[in-house]
């Protein structure tokens, strides 16, 4: 009999563990993220986790905004986390007009990174969903490689 | 026999969500911490949140200032940061200010890869933080251990940057937003300082512009304090900001127009933005902002 209470409670054990190694957590995904700027130097990193969209609604997304200066070369990265079923995408406005977006429509590819040539100081607005409007985390960073 | 069976199994259930719980917990409580009373709440933003919608707090990176300093081939200059002493400044409002100008001298020294000098700084923003009970994020040991090796330094502008990061984003957060707030303006008005500083030395024509697109974000950032204005403290600081912001007014902005360019190098999506921004600031104008942004900043540091 003990060694059943035993067995259980290892089985127990393993279960968490297994839990608590598993799951990927936002600050696991900023660090992952970042060791992909290569040359580039950090700024910022910003963490969007999003719940699936409703039926017949709209995906649902999350902005933040930053002042990007003229003559810079700024690098993003976008990196989705396993654990959920959406991947991340990011679209980049200024005067509310749409700069870039990293999902390719014609052929439903996602593009992790963008390399932007900014020309034009003033502020940024980021937003990202996911596609499909599957729920999702994902870790954007934004990072600087160089003056132009 | 079932009885003792099923009381056992309740134990070890309850042994296990005690397990999970701790750890749940623990991965919560790594951005909560005790604020005292008489902290918290004293800085939730006035304005409303459509309002601040198309403002942009993250304006106080100074990267890219420090990258074109450095890459005018201009000699680092030691007298150009603010000193390191800290036990004169008393008053959350001097602390936060200070933490900003500290912020942005650290990405100077950062990016002439001084980290010896860079220690000192380091030191005195442990205090100022501590002071201001956002010690927490600030991982001071090491960053200690980095700024001794200096094959570390991009570990180091990393850790660093991302523990400012942290602070400014838990002090928005947690209703301190006039903290975060100062932040911003310290770390402004530093960098406005050390590129005029820079350009009295170095006429560059993208060192001109780059002070005279200041304009932009100096709109921004007055909105900001002027959330808090009714603060005397903060009454005093937008009244100094008010001049520099009367000055900006002259600098004439353009813009030309133009779509962006799409290519994918390398798996990356690389955009070439044709939309550009023409500064024009004329000489004597220049002189003024520059004057008058280190008449501030000097004021601000007690110098």
């Known amino acids: ?148 | 026999m079932i009885k003792m069976r099923f009381k056992h199994l309740t134990y070890i259930f309850i042994l296990f969500f005690v397990m999970i719980s701790c750890k749940s917990s623990n991965d919560k409580n790594s951005d909560e911490f005790n604020v005292p009373d008489s902290v918290a709440n004293q800085g939730v933003l006035e304005i409303s949140e459509q309002a601040m919608d198309n403002v942009t707090q993250n304006i106080s990176s100074n990267i890219e200032t420090a990258a074109l300093i450095k890459n005018l081939n201009v000699p680092f200059s030691k007298e150009h940061l603010a000193p390191t002493e800290v036990d004169n400044y008393n008053t959350q409002f001097d602390q936060a200010l200070l933490l900003g100008v500290y912020g942005a001298d650290l990405g100077y020294l950062n990016m002439y890869s001084k980290t010896t000098v860079a220690l000192d700084y380091l030191s005195s923003i442990r205090k100022l933080a501590n002071s201001l009970n956002v010690g927490q994020f600030f991982d001071f040991n090491t960053l200690q251990r980095l700024a001794k090796n200096d094959e570390n330094l991009d570990s180091l502008m990393y850790i660093s940057q991302r523990n400012f990061n942290q602070m400014d984003q838990y002090l928005r957060e947690n209703n301190r937003s006039n903290l975060s707030t100062l932040m911003v303006a310290g770390g402004w008005i530093e960098g406005l300082y050390l590129s005029g500083k820079v350009f009295k030395n170095r006429p560059d024509p993208k060192l001109r512009e780059a002070i005279g697109e200041q304009k932009i974000i100096l709109g921004d950032l007055m909105i900001l304090l002027k959330n808090f204005e009714k603060d005397p403290d903060f009454a005093g600081l937008i009244k100094d900001f008010e001049r520099l912001d009367e000055l900006f007014k002259k600098v004439e902005i353009s813009i030309e127009r133009g779509e962006p360019e799409r290519q994918v190098v390398d798996g990356r999506l690389v955009i070439k933005q044709r939309e550009k921004s023409i500064v024009t600031v004329p000489d004597e104008l220049l002189d003024k902002i520059i004057n008058e942004s280190i008449e501030i900043r000097n004021k601000l540091i007690n110098q």
């Open chain 1, 1 to 148: 009999m003990k060694r059943f209470y035993i067995i259980i409670l290892l089985l127990l054990l393993t279960l968490g563990f297994l839990n608590s190694t598993q799951a990927q957590t936002g600050e696991e995904l900023v660090n992952m993220c970042t060791e992909l700027t290569e040359d580039a130097t950090y700024m910022e990193d910003f963490t969007v986790k999003l719940s699936d969209a409703a039926p017949g609604e709209d995906p649902p997304s999350q902005k933040k905004s930053y002042m990007l200066k003229k003559n810079t070369h700024y690098r993003f990265i976008i990196c989705s986390s396993r654990d959920y079923p959406g991947r991340g995408i990011l679209k980049i406005y200024n005067s509310k007009k749409l700069v870039t977006s990293n999902y390719v429509e014609s052929t439903g590819k996602i593009i992790p990174t963008i390399d932007f040539k900014c020309h034009k100081t003033g502020p940024y607005h980021f937003w990202v969903e996911f596609e499909d409007g599957k729920e999702g985390l994902a870790v954007v960073v934004l990072s600087f490689v160089k003056r132009l």
